[in-house]
T-cell receptor
Framework: GAVVSQHPSWVICKSGTSVKIECRSL??????MFWYRQFPKQSLMLMAT?????????EQGVEKDKFLINHASLTLSTLTVTSAHPEDSSFYIC?????????????FGSGTQLSVL | QKEVEQDPGPLSVPEGAIVSLNCTYS??????FMWYRQYSRKGPELLMY????GNKEDGRFTAQVDKSSKYISLFIRDSQPSDSATYLC?????????????FGTGTRLQVTL
């Protein structure tokens, strides 16, 4: 399957600081990438859709100024959690769709565990 | 009512057992069905991808879709301790809209020696 690399795998930061998470599609190009958030024992919640060359599309209830998304190239999307607070502590996962044949399949990064002190 | 219902488990089975994991859904527009395996603190890994009703087999895994009942299943034969993980079902109305996958909450599976 396709490979999506996410970095860092975990990060601890102080309240008020910003944290950047990178998501790369290693062996395919992705004009679109997706960012999810997952709380313990809960399913994935889509936060936003990252679009190469244009603004990200945010889901209802997700603060654009809190979660900055940049899709710098066809293989890289970044999520920056600005002025992080303890309630932002969560597991963040990116994904990228691979279009091949009639169907599109979604591949996920390994996730980033963010802990805000 | 959630669009996709999945028993969160945990489900504990002995090694070698046949495991049955299930999801029900309410949106009749769903046509693409997926099963993901997620190990603790890792991203989901695509296991099976099926379109419309029917069965699909891949090694020890069989995915089954019954659109008339709005019910999908994942069967794992000869379960191994390495199969211990959370299994998420996901579905969408059409391809090209992978961002709008609707996920189940996941079933935690524990395969014991």
């Amino acid at each position: 399957g396709a490979v999506v690399s996410q970095h860092p795998s975990w990060v601890i930061c102080k309240s008020g600081t910003s944290v950047k998470i990178e998501c790369r599609s290693l062996d395919f190009q992705a004009t679109t990438m997706f960012w999810y958030r997952q709380f313990p024992k809960q399913s994935l919640m889509l936060m936003a859709t990252s679009n190469e060359g244009s603004k990200a599309t945010y889901e209802q209830g997700v603060e654009k100024d809190k979660f900055l998304i940049n899709h710098a190239s066809l293989t890289l999307s970044t999520l920056t959690v600005t002025s992080a607070h303890p309630e932002d502590s969560s597991f963040y996962i990116c994904s990228a769709p691979l279009v091949g044949g009639p169907n599109e399949k979604l591949f996920f990064g390994s996730g980033t565990q963010l802990s805000v002190l | 009512q959630k669009e996709v219902e999945q028993d969160p488990g945990p489900l504990s089975v002995p090694e070698g057992a046949i495991v049955s994991l299930n999801c029900t859904y309410s949106n009749s527009a769903f046509q693409y069905f997926m099963w993901y395996r997620q190990y603790s603190r890792k991203g989901p890994e695509l296991l099976m991808y099926t379109y419309s009703s029917g069965n699909k087999e891949d090694g020890r895994f069989t995915a089954q879709v019954d659109k008339s009942s709005k019910y999908i299943s994942l069967f794992i034969r000869d379960s191994q301790p390495s199969d211990s993980a959370t299994y998420l079902c996901a579905m969408s109305a059409r391809t090209g809209t992978a961002s709008k996958l609707t996920f189940g909450t996941g079933t935690r599976l524990q395969v014991t020696l």
